[in-house]
Each structure stands twice: as structure tokens, then as C-alpha cells.
């Protein structure tokens, strides 16, 4: 059964930086995504790579505030920030796709993140 | 931007059906968008319920269905039970592996 094993909680401040990871059993080379989730605005999609050649593709929302990255060598996947903001604040779920036929079968149990503004 | 939305409650009794749409500010839905579906329960991941507009994971309740319904994607819950109490969200598909969500809808069992 493939998992992905996120990161703990962060508590940072305004303008620091920050990675948080999400770590699979097998990424088989399909596209790993990510998700933000905000009480005040749901499920978020911000972007996906490909574990292969490292291609990332961003949705406009998040083009330039984060960067995805991923190491395939360790089935690691990487969203970071290099100054973070208070509406940074939110869990942040990687999961995996199939795309685009069958995106997000997989889920990890997510990330908090907490900027106090 | 692309707004994808969904109704924002819907109560149902226990044996019940409920249908909930998905809709996208582009126009019609059509299968080329791929649509999915997901259950989100209180302090849960979401867990993938629908893909492809009408495809099951191995792991999806009979009772969950998927569809095309009057230019909207579609889950329809059929003999509602009291674990299905939850929030849904629709994903929709626009092309260049982005996708936009859908703003949920909380199913209510009552």
C-alpha cells in the first residue's frame, strides 16, 4: 500500500523560510501535488512535479509565492517558502496522481503551518 | 480565475438519496474534465471517491456514483448512512496539470 509520510507542524515567523517534505513508499513515477486547505477557502490546488525530470507546474495562485521540488532518489517531494507571509497559514496535504485521469488517490495526513501575523 | 462551485449544504434522512452538483464558471462540464470526487470527514486527509467522471476506486461504497448531469458533474448518494456525513469536494481538470477544486459541499445525515 503506497503512503505519504508528511512533515510535523511548523510555527514560523513572517519572513522566514520554509520546507516542508512529503515522503512516499514508491512514487512510480507518477506526479506528486499539492494541496492547501484554509477554513476560509477549502481545498486549494497549488501545484504538481513529476519525480522524473523534476518538472514542476504551478497554479496561477501559487506561481512565484512557493516552489516545488522533489528528490527521486529518496521518493521525497518538497513545497517551500523563502519568506513567509500570515496567509501562508494553513495544512497543507501532498498526494499523489495519476493525472489527468486520476488525480489524488493518495493522500498524506498534511501539514500545519502557522504564521501569527 | 476560474471558480468551480458546488451547493454549500444539503441534508439528507438515512436511507435517503442526495445529489450534489459541480460547476464550472468556464461553461459546461463535459468528461474532458476530467471530474473527481472526494469525502472529507472532520480532521481527515480526503479520501478519493469518483474519477473520471463515473470510475470507483476499489475502496468506494457501491452507494457513491458519479455523473453528468445537466452540464454539471454529479455525485449522487444513494441509501444515505450515517457515516457519509461529510464534506465533498468536486476536481475539476483545466488542462497543463492544473486543476481547480470545487468550494464543498457538507452532506448533513439527519
Known amino acids: 500500500e503506497v503512503q505519504l509520510l508528511q512533515s510535523g507542524v511548523e510555527v514560523k515567523k513572517p519572513g522566514e523560510s520554509l520546507t516542508i517534505s512529503c515522503r512516499g513508499s514508491?512514487?512510480?513515477?507518477?506526479?506528486i501535488g499539492w494541496v492547501r486547505q484554509t477554513p476560509g477557502k477549502g481545498l486549494e490546488w497549488m501545484g504538481v512535479?513529476?519525480?522524473?525530470?523534476?518538472?514542476?507546474r504551478y497554479s496561477p495562485s501559487f506561481q512565484g509565492q512557493v516552489t516545488i521540488s522533489v528528490d527521486k532518489f529518496i521518493n521525497t517531494a518538497y513545497l517551500q517558502w523563502s519568506s513567509l507571509k500570515a496567509s501562508d497559514t494553513g495544512l497543507y496535504y501532498c498526494?499523489?496522481?495519476?493525472?489527468?485521469?486520476?488525480?489524488?488517490?493518495?493522500w498524506g495526513k498534511g501539514t500545519t503551518v502557522i504564521v501569527p501575523s | 480565475q476560474t471558480v468551480v462551485t458546488q451547493e454549500p449544504s444539503l441534508t439528507v434522512s438515512p436511507g435517503g438519496t442526495v445529489t450534489l452538483t459541480c460547476a464550472s464558471s468556464t461553461g459546461a462540464v463535459t468528461s474532458g474534465y476530467y471530474p473527481s470526487w472526494f469525502q472529507q470527514k472532520p480532521g481527515q486527509a480526503p479520501s478519493a471517491l469518483i474519477y473520471?467522471?463515473?470510475r470507483k476506486h476499489s475502496w468506494t461504497p457501491a452507494r457513491f456514483s458519479g455523473s453528468l448531469l445537466g452540464g454539471n458533474a454529479a455525485l449522487t448518494l444513494s441509501d444515505v448512512q450515517p457515516e457519509d456525513e461529510a464534506e465533498y469536494y468536486c476536481l475539476l481538470y483545466y488542462g497543463g496539470a492544473s486543476y481547480v477544486f470545487g468550494t464543498g459541499t457538507k452532506v448533513t445525515v439527519l
Open positions: 473520471d467522471t463515473d
Open positions: 512535479i513529476h519525480p522524473d525530470d523534476s518538472e514542476a
Open positions: 498526494t499523489r496522481l495519476d493525472f489527468p485521469v486520476q488525480p489524488c488517490d493518495v
Open positions: 514508491a512514487f512510480r513515477s507518477l506526479w
